[in-house]
């Protein structure tokens, strides 16, 4: 059989959730040969390797080892490296993922060869242009040609845009599907039990958007939000590599490590993170992933952010934005219970890279009892 080559491109901590049901839901599929494409945007082991060992992804068909640089140096070293492969070999489908530099890089090289690419997660909006993943999304968006959206807002965002109505299919929250891939790992991971927690005993904090650490004058005052907060119930937080570089620059770790109640660690795997998330009383972050998964597993979240470009995770879920000066009150508020429930939005069901594998199927053309 003529199979079709589809090339699933993975780059950052928050792509590895996102490809991993999809690669595992293609492989089942005769007429696919997968190409699993890394482009190394991160590499410590903590933010790559972990989580391809624990989504059971096998090594990279492709790395292209871009690593770290200024946003042109990225997003040009992605575009470089990836081109070469394309021309070398070329695809019949891009898959790309998030909103990451690595997203609209390969997206770019794709759209210029007229080789089609698909982007999931598409029509997410924060409608703030100072976020990068903001510019990575409107471009990726205008130039895929077919958009896999989560919500019915991503639906919306983008026939605001123009975007004729054939391009666009919902398919739900790919997130959810590793979560439902992972649920009996996560569950028994003993996360919680191994930091000496209890159950709902503890909160747990995610942060590395620049416009909260990238600065002394952002993140000094968020340091002593989360102090105070510690003081109030106890709370891990696994630092991101971004977030690690601007706390020693600014000479702000020790107030931190030294902080009665607040345990900074490396950043975890996927698993042993979601249980501890899942178990805790509440989540501080500015992470986008992680308003998701807080809004599935129906825990408090606080987003350190002014904008949000999930607003189902707010209309519908637990979460809610939190300006960085009231984290404490919004900590005490939910101490008191005085938290919405929420509820899980439509098609987060973890059958999200079955809808996928369906829907590139018939682009494809390939018959339904083939897929
Ligand atoms: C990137 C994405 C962001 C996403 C985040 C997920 C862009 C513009 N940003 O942000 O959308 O939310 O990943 O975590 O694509 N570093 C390491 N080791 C690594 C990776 C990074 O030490 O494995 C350090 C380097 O100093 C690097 C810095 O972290 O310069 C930032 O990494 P980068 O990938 O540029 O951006 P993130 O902040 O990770
Ligand atoms: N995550 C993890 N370990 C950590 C922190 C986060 O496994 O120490 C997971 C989290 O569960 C979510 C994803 O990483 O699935 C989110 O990635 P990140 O916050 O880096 O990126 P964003 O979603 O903001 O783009």
């Given at each position: 059989?003529?199979?079709?080559?589809?090339?699933?491109?993975?780059?950052?901590?928050?792509?590895?959730?996102?490809?991993?049901?999809l690669?595992?839901?293609?492989?089942?599929?005769?007429?696919?040969?997968?190409?699993?494409?890394?482009?190394?945007q991160?590499?410590?082991?903590?933010m790559?390797?972990?989580?391809?060992?624990?989504?059971?992804?096998?090594?990279?068909?492709?790395?292209?080892?871009?690593?770290?640089?200024?946003?042109?140096?990225?997003?040009?070293?992605?575009?470089?490296?990836?081109?070469?492969?394309?021309?070398?070999?070329?695809?019949?489908?891009?898959?790309?993922?998030?909103?990451?530099?690595?997203?609209?890089?390969?997206?770019?090289?794709?759209a210029?060869?007229?080789?089609p690419?698909?982007?999931?997660?598409?029509?997410?909006?924060?409608?703030?242009?100072?976020?990068?993943?903001?510019?990575?999304?409107?471009?990726?968006?205008?130039i895929?040609?077919?958009?896999?959206?989560?919500?019915?807002?991503?639906?919306?965002?983008?026939?605001?845009?123009?975007?004729?109505?054939?391009?666009?299919e919902?398919?739900?929250?790919?997130?959810?599907?590793s979560?439902?891939?992972?649920?009996?790992?996560?569950?028994?991971?003993?996360?919680r039990?191994?930091?000496?927690?209890?159950?709902?005993?503890?909160?747990?904090?995610?942060?590395?958007?620049?416009?909260?650490?990238?600065?002394?004058?952002?993140?000094?005052?968020?340091?002593?939000?989360?102090?105070?907060?510690?003081?109030?119930?106890?709370?891990?937080?696994p630092?991101?590599?971004?977030?690690?570089?601007?706390?020693?620059?600014?000479?702000?770790?020790?107030?931190?490590?030294d902080?009665?109640?607040?345990?900074?660690?490396e950043?975890?795997?996927?698993?042993?993170?979601?249980?501890?998330?899942?178990?805790?009383?509440?989540?501080?972050?500015?992470?986008?992933?992680?308003?998701?998964?807080?809004?599935?597993?129906?825990?408090?979240?606080?987003?350190?952010?002014?904008?949000?470009?999930?607003?189902?995770?707010?209309?519908?879920?637990?979460?809610?934005?939190?300006?960085?000066?009231?984290?404490?009150?919004?900590?005490?508020?939910?101490?008191?219970?005085?938290?919405?429930?929420?509820?899980?939005?439509?098609?987060?069901?973890?059958?999200?890279a079955q809808?996928?594998?369906?829907?590139?199927?018939?682009?494809?053309?390939?018959?339904?009892?083939?897929?």
């Amino acid at each position: 059989m003529n199979r079709h080559r589809i090339h699933l491109i993975a780059a950052a901590r928050p792509n590895f959730m996102k490809v991993a049901p999809l690669y595992h839901a293609l492989k089942e599929a005769p007429w696919a040969e997968t190409v699993l494409v890394h482009t190394g945007q991160h590499y410590d082991p903590n933010m790559s390797d972990a989580f391809f060992r624990d989504l059971g992804l096998p090594d990279p068909d492709i790395h292209l080892g871009v690593g770290s640089g200024t946003h042109a140096e990225q997003t040009a070293g992605v575009m470089v490296a990836y081109e070469k492969v394309c021309l070398e070999r070329r695809p019949d489908w891009i898959v790309v993922v998030g909103d990451v530099n690595s997203t609209i890089a390969c997206a770019l090289v794709g759209a210029k060869l007229c080789i089609p690419v698909a982007h999931l997660e598409a029509g997410l909006r924060s409608r703030d242009r100072t976020m990068p993943e903001e510019i990575n999304r409107i471009l990726t968006d205008a130039i895929a040609d077919l958009l896999w959206t989560p919500s019915p807002d991503g639906d919306e965002n983008l026939r605001a845009e123009g975007v004729p109505a054939e391009r666009i299919e919902r398919v739900g929250n790919i997130m959810i599907d590793s979560y439902e891939m992972m649920r009996s790992r996560i569950e028994a991971a003993g996360t919680r039990e191994a930091f000496g927690l209890s159950p709902r005993g503890y909160g747990v904090v995610t942060l590395h958007r620049p416009a909260n650490v990238d600065t002394p004058e952002a993140l000094a005052p968020l340091v002593e939000q989360l102090v105070a907060s510690a003081a109030r119930l106890p709370l891990v937080f696994p630092v991101h590599p971004r977030t690690r570089g601007r706390l020693e620059d600014f000479g702000l770790m020790s107030r931190l490590k030294d902080a009665e109640g607040l345990r900074l660690v490396e950043p975890m795997g996927y698993v042993e993170f979601m249980n501890l998330v899942q178990e805790a009383r509440l989540v501080i972050t500015d992470s986008g992933g992680v308003q998701e998964e807080t809004t599935y597993l129906g825990i408090p979240c606080l987003t350190l952010r002014d904008s949000t470009e999930r607003p189902v995770t707010v209309t519908e879920g637990t979460n809610r934005l939190v300006p960085p000066p009231e984290l404490l009150d919004h900590v005490e508020q939910v101490m008191r219970g005085d938290w919405p429930e929420g509820r899980v939005p439509e098609l987060w069901d973890g059958r999200t890279a079955q809808r996928v594998v369906a829907s590139l199927a018939r682009r494809l053309g390939v018959h339904a009892d083939r897929t």
